[in-house]
């Protein structure tokens, strides 16, 4: 049972464009999504996180966006560069079950310079 | 890496031997987590710790076990390794419930033949 499901799987974006990826999860009690970005042959490591009380969170040339109702959120790459060219995954979590997170699918993303 | 090891970073075993995996933090976070990763499942909670000798399990655990006999140490052992757990296993930590932050360490890429 996929709790957390993610798409596209892979993604090809040309540099300065816009990386869309979306997350949508089954499990209302999650209170904490966050998103991984993962370089080959390294561990995940934490990007962008938000919290259902907000319906946006922007870092940088990251945001999330979040749809409570829909139970969906997403991640936009801005002026998306060379160097995002990585694997993202949305995630899920919820403060009863010891913060397990529950992961998305993964996403591929090739930004062609 | 958020003062996570892994250890050994890789391992080629034979079906049927037992293999454990080491986790060493340096944070004297409280949390740990080991994670296996597959392609198109993301990743996937194996075991969790809350603490010194408090473990607990995760989404697929049939076939692994846990040890933390200190805080900065999470041991994940393949009683009898198949096939079917050869993946890159992760390790986790988190300060605490009230954070949610988890990182992740470096990974081990393990080899059933």
């Known amino acids: 049972q996929q709790q957390v499901k993610q798409s596209p799987q892979s993604l090809i974006v040309q540099k300065g464009g816009i990386s869309i990826i979306n997350c949508a999860y089954e499990n209302t009690a999650f209170d904490y999504f966050p998103w991984y970005q993962q370089f080959p042959g390294k561990g995940p490591a934490l990007l962008i996180a938000i919290r259902p009380d907000v319906s946006e969170k922007k870092e940088g040339r990251f945001t999330i966006s979040f749809n409570k109702s829909a139970k969906q959120f997403s991640l936009h790459i801005m002026d998306s560069q060379p160097g995002d060219s990585a694997t993202y995954f949305c995630?899920?979590?919820?403060?009863?079950?010891?913060?397990?997170?529950?992961f998305g699918g993964g996403t591929r993303v090739l930004v062609k310079p | 890496d958020a003062g996570i090891t892994q250890s050994p970073r890789h391992k080629v075993t034979e079906t049927g031997t037992p293999v454990t995996l080491r986790c060493h933090q340096t944070e004297n976070h409280r949390y740990m987590y080991w994670y296996r990763q597959d392609p198109g499942h993301g990743l996937r909670l194996i075991h969790y710790s809350y603490g010194v000798k408090d473990t607990d399990k995760g989404e697929v655990s049939d076939g692994y076990s846990v040890s933390r006999s200190k805080t900065e140490d999470f041991l994940l052992t393949l009683e009898s390794a198949t096939s079917s757990q050869t993946s890159v296993y992760f390790c986790?930590?988190?300060?605490?419930?009230?954070?949610?932050?988890?990182?992740f360490g470096p990974g081990t890429r393990l080899t059933v033949t």
């Open positions: 995630a899920a979590s919820f403060k009863a079950a010891g913060n397990k997170l529950t």
């Open positions: 986790a930590i988190s300060a605490s419930t009230g954070t949610d932050e988890q990182y």
